[in-house]
């Protein structure tokens, strides 16, 4: 499948820019596949407004692979989304794929059998492969479907990519976008520069995964050289485990700095949201713990809404950090108003009705 042959309203949105939450993983106590509050979860980013849905990533943790709930995970969210979307709303589907090259191409078939739009690459499990090697990995995946990079933190298991090899990625003509995750200025420059590079700018479109970062790097203008013309590159969406929580403000907050940068009109107040929605990101993703506890982090925000029933993970020793429970009560309390807590208490037995 190329990107060609996409729903033109689907790759419009792609390339305008949207919000889409990577998606977490319900259990329950048994640490058994929960479907109802599965679909729950994807019912309340859809009614939040989110442009899409990155599932199989991730906040969904890689370790469904073993479990055998890559597909059912991934089939439900695309069922559910067809379920409770009106026919005409685009929705951007996109499929985690991880592993070595014949791991990630059948992950590949996998997504593209179930209806989902691209492919977005871990390259994780490539660690120590040269640059050649990674880019024939890639176009192994881009000959199945419409590829998304990830540029994966090194911290929870990414590698380093330099300039060079975003360059030699951003050239293979089934990519479509980047998600820029490695919570680093310098290496989302390598990406930028990478892209600008290869002239695929109009082609393949940003994405922040800079949960650090969220709003300036949606607010400023990236200016890099290419010989000797100025090259202007935006991030236009978010594909961030961040707006897996609170998602219907951080859609309101997405068409506000959206809006502000149309306009060239970008006020203090929205400046210094950056570091408030940082603030909030610190205490999620467990940053005084080296991001130990990023995803129960997240996890919890959901079950002190009741979307989740608790707050487990595949590895029981993945949870809560000492002081994480604490410091997430902070920010709750402190940015009380990014919250989407009266949203979610409105509306939460109908998306838990079977």
């Known amino acids: 499948m190329h990107w060609s042959e996409l729903n033109a309203d689907v790759l419009a949105l792609l390339r305008r820019g949207t919000v889409i939450p990577a998606h977490p993983l319900a259990l329950d106590a048994a640490r058994r596949f929960d479907a109802?509050?599965?679909?729950?979860?994807?019912?309340?980013?859809?009614?939040a407004g989110a442009g899409g849905l990155a599932v199989g990533v991730h906040s969904t943790q890689f370790a469904i692979r073993e479990r055998g709930l890559y597909q059912p995970v991934l089939r439900a969210a695309a069922e559910t989304a067809r379920a409770w979307c009106a026919p005409n709303r685009p929705l951007v589907m996109i499929a985690g794929t991880a592993g070595r090259t014949a791991q990630a191409v059948a992950e590949a078939q996998v997504a593209r059998a179930e209806g989902y739009h691209a492919a977005m690459l871990s390259l994780a499990a490539m660690k120590g492969a040269s640059i050649d090697e990674l880019v024939a990995h890639c176009r192994a995946v881009a000959d199945v479907m419409p590829l998304v990079g990830f540029y994966l933190q090194p911290a929870v298991g990414g590698i380093a990519?330099?300039?060079e090899f975003w360059r030699r990625f951003a050239?293979?003509?089934?990519?479509?976008a980047i998600k820029i995750a490695p919570f680093d200025r310098y290496k989302t420059l390598d990406v930028v520069r990478g892209v600008a590079a290869a002239r695929a700018e109009q082609r393949v479109t940003l994405y922040t995964g800079n949960d650090d970062h969220i709003v300036l790097d949606l607010l400023q203008p990236f200016v890099v050289k290419r010989g000797e013309e100025a090259v202007t590159v935006r991030i236009r969406g978010g594909l961030l485990g961040h707006w897996s929580v609170w998602t219907q403000s951080a859609v309101a907050l997405f068409e506000r700095?959206?809006?502000?940068a149309a306009a060239g009109a970008v006020d203090a107040e929205l400046l210094a949201l950056d570091s408030r929605v940082t603030d909030c990101n610190s205490a999620f993703f467990d940053v005084a713990n080296a991001f130990a506890g990023c995803i129960p982090g997240c996890h919890?925000?959901?079950?002190?809404?009741?979307?989740?029933e608790g707050i487990w993970c595949l590895d029981p020793a993945e949870t809560l950090s000492p002081g994480?429970?604490?410091?997430?009560?902070?920010?709750?309390?402190?940015?009380?108003d990014l919250a989407d807590d009266?949203?979610?208490?409105?509306?939460?037995?109908?998306?838990?009705?079977?």
Request: charged share 30%; hydrophobic share 45%; aromatic share 6%.
């Open 300 to 308: 919890e925000v959901l079950r002190r809404q009741g979307l989740l």
């Open 36 to 47: 109802r509050r599965q679909r729950a979860l994807t019912r309340y980013y859809l009614d």
């Open 171 to 176: 050239e293979i003509d089934n990519v479509v």
């Open 161 to 163: 990519l330099p300039a």
């Open 324 to 336: 994480q429970a604490e410091e997430i009560t902070r920010v709750c309390r402190e940015h009380a």
């Open 257 to 260: 700095v959206r809006a502000a």
């Open 342 to 354: 009266t949203f979610v208490a409105a509306n939460l037995e109908r998306w838990l009705a079977d």
